[in-house]
């Protein structure tokens, strides 16, 4: 079988993500070709046993550094991006050349959050990974820090990597760093520091880790934006590891260790040998099997039941225009896989900001507020009224009655106190069906009543595609 396996590791879809502080010196800016073409050499190798590998790289503006011999990166926006500019076109020329002496083909691809907040570019855009990766060829993924701004950022690569490996649908997300792990304080200054092996959940994790004294003053990052990295990608079922820089070739030692401690379904192969835990397999005529020792790492275990790609994008790629305030019960009901993410009007308490339809909106709770119980027992009577129009169905909305008059007097006289985002908490994303003052006129009201007041109903849920990343309190 061809490209089959390195020692027992099956072929799969590796997306690598390397920051400034591997590429350019913090003080000279000077490239560090050692480690470049460690990777380099690296990532062809990985090629060359059947693994499709995507580089995600920093360092434009770092290069550019260097290029206008500036000493410190600049403050404002413009000065970012001019600098990123100049460093770009050499940066990528540096990896066509590295890439070139073992006669490998890249690509490069910059985006930018706004690139693929609209829902057919982003399939473009993973349509393109898809081919370059059935071409054979690498492609070599950065922000487009020239036209970013605030608005369409990522905020850093951390966190684009995560996107890339949930677009191109990657087994392993590599986050090289300039340490070998998590720790639980700073190991550069405290020698108790201890390196957290495996961590199942980013959220418990966080209250047992320091993330504030990393990173350097080139980078944008810090072990902060790699939690959220890894948040992301295992949510998305990509297994996310944080390692040194300084030895690239531990990816395989760390796939093959991983692979043979923790026997998984990789996504670009079905059959993976099954072999016993803790060794290698033995070669033939050896004596004994050779013992398996865990190479220096974080691992952060990916999601059992991965987030399907259209509410992916939504809760990662879209910047929320605006806020959908629910009430506990519509609450706990979405936290349930089965509620299929959709939103009824009846557990809808507000609006914050203005938004369309079709824009994210986040999902927001307020803290304490309203029994759970009455709440919960409201939201499941207003479900079970939400079915395809019946005979059945149709009696019980007149049952209840159109919205009257009182009905209407009593939403406007509820104009309560102004609620702003100080107020809430977000608990998830979604896609509005309505706009914000459409959802805000039919609030905490039965779906059948959607046509009476707006004059027509597409949909009898004002939000879809909700995902609920904060799951709620045991009551």
Known sequence: MVNLLRKGVPPCTIVIKLGTSSIVHETTHQ????????????????????HKVVLVSSGAIGVGLKRMNIEKRPQHLSGKQALAAIGQGRLIALYDNLFGQLEQPIAQVLLTRGDISDRTRYLNAVNTFKELLTMGVVPIVNENDTVSVSEIKFGDNDTLSAITSSMVHADYLFLLTDVDGLYTSNPRK?????QIEVVDSVTAIRSEVSTTTLGSSLGTGGMETKLIAAEIATAAGVTTIITSSKDPGCIFRIIKYDVHTSPRQFRTVSDVPEYSLDVVPPTSGSASPEVLIRPPHTLFTASPDPMPDLKSWTSHTLKPSGSVIIDSGAYHVLAHRDSGGKLLSAGVVGVIGVFASGQAVRIVVQPRRGNLDDALNSYLRALALTRPATPATAAMVQELGGPSLSHEETLLAEKEEEISEDDVVEVGRGLANYNSAQIMAVKGMHSAFLPQVLGYADSEYVVENITVSVPPSPA
């Open 31 to 50: 490239p560090l070709l050692s480690t470049l073409s460690a990777v380099v050499e690296t990532v062809v190798d990985l090629k060359r046993h059947g």
């Open 190 to 194: 405290d020698p108790d520091a201890r």
